[in-house]
């Protein structure tokens, strides 16, 4: 396994004359959404014309700076409402980085629209996902992190939530459940997760965008994998570390036929990415996997009994 070093893509970043740190971007006592483009016709609700209210966010309470990264490569039909979801929470101390890997539909035009409201954003070539994840955390400040991909998007009042949690129970990682929205049916379901321990971590389960930790755990992403890059990361990244569910969806994945979650076509990338993770050069054959299994079966039964209504 080679990961990358985060810090010479912040090098690379410093030497093409950016100004480290970022700046946060400015919140209002009335907030965002009349500053920020209009939403396009006919869209209405959150996060179009519709915010987090300002006045949630406790003046006396110094809150952590978060950093939330975007990915973004042709996804113009989405990538408006994942912005707007991170900026209309109006959290007091945010920075919002986008890399963009050179998209040919809509997305940039629609990024420059938000430029202002942006700590950074570029638009060019790069090698993928993996590696624009890793380049927008390698500029990162903030005492946590979570990136949303640019065809999902968070629900409102999340980062109110999930940083209020990271402050009262003082753990490392946080996570929720997760909505699905098919866009062609309409259809919304929901995605439950279980609380884990370190022996279960290898079954895979937690919905990404859902997801939020502190930088001091922070590790890069394997750039090799395409599909499982998520799953990967947790492995290294949430394992011997205090961790908290909230028990309600964080986020909303749009399922469309160009989504990897969803997309038949990509059934051969998600097992080459399957043999790099368990290979004897990475983390290995799971032995006992079977008995994992096993047990995490009887671990759901078990938790369904105990938590009905």
């Known amino acids: 396994m080679n990961l990358p070093d985060l810090q010479s893509y912040r090098s690379n970043f ?23 483009p209009s939403p396009p016709s006919g869209k209405t609700g959150w996060p179009w014309n519709e915010q987090v209210e300002p006045a949630v966010y406790d003046h006396k309470i110094n809150w952590p700076k978060l ?20 900026l209309l929470q109006n959290y007091p101390n945010l920075e919002y980085i986008i890399i963009d890997g050179g998209s040919n539909d809509q997305s940039k035009q629609i990024i420059e629209k938000y430029a202002s409201w942006l700590s950074y954003y570029q638009s060019e070539k790069d090698n993928g996902q993996s590696h624009a994840i890793n380049m927008g955390f390698s500029l990162s400040s903030g005492r946590y992190h979570a990136w949303i991909n640019s065809d999902d998007y968070y629900l409102k009042g999340v980062f109110h939530k999930v940083i209020s949690k990271f402050m009262s129970a003082k753990v490392d990682f946080i996570y929720g459940y997760g909505n699905d929205y098919n866009v062609l049916s309409g259809k919304t379901t929901t995605t439950r ?5 370190d022996y279960f ?14 930088a001091a755990i922070h590790e890069p992403i394997w750039e090799e994998l395409h ?42 990338q998600w097992e080459a990415d399957h043999q790099k993770i368990w290979a004897a050069d990475a983390h290995g054959t799971v032995h006992e996997w079977k008995k994992i299994v096993f047990l995490n079966r009887i671990r759901i039964k078990l938790y369904s009994l105990f938590t009905k209504k």
């Open 227 to 268: 599909c499982s890059l998520d799953f990967e990361l947790w492995l290294r990244l949430v394992k011997g570390h205090s961790r908290v569910l909230i028990k309600e969806p964080l986020s909303v994945a749009n399922v469309h036929d160009q989504a990897k979650t969803h997309s038949p076509k990509m059934k051969a």
């Open 193 to 197: 997760i279980l609380p884990f321990i």
């Open 67 to 86: 950093t939330i990264v975007t990915p973004s490569y042709n996804q113009a039909d989405f990538l408006e409402q994942t912005i707007r979801t991170v």
């Open 201 to 214: 971590i290898k079954i895979p389960g937690l919905v990404q965008p859902s997801t939020f930790w502190s």
């Open 14 to 36: 410093i030497s093409k004359g950016v100004e480290l740190p970022l700046p946060v971007i400015a919140g209002t006592d009335n907030g965002l959404l009349k500053q920020l």
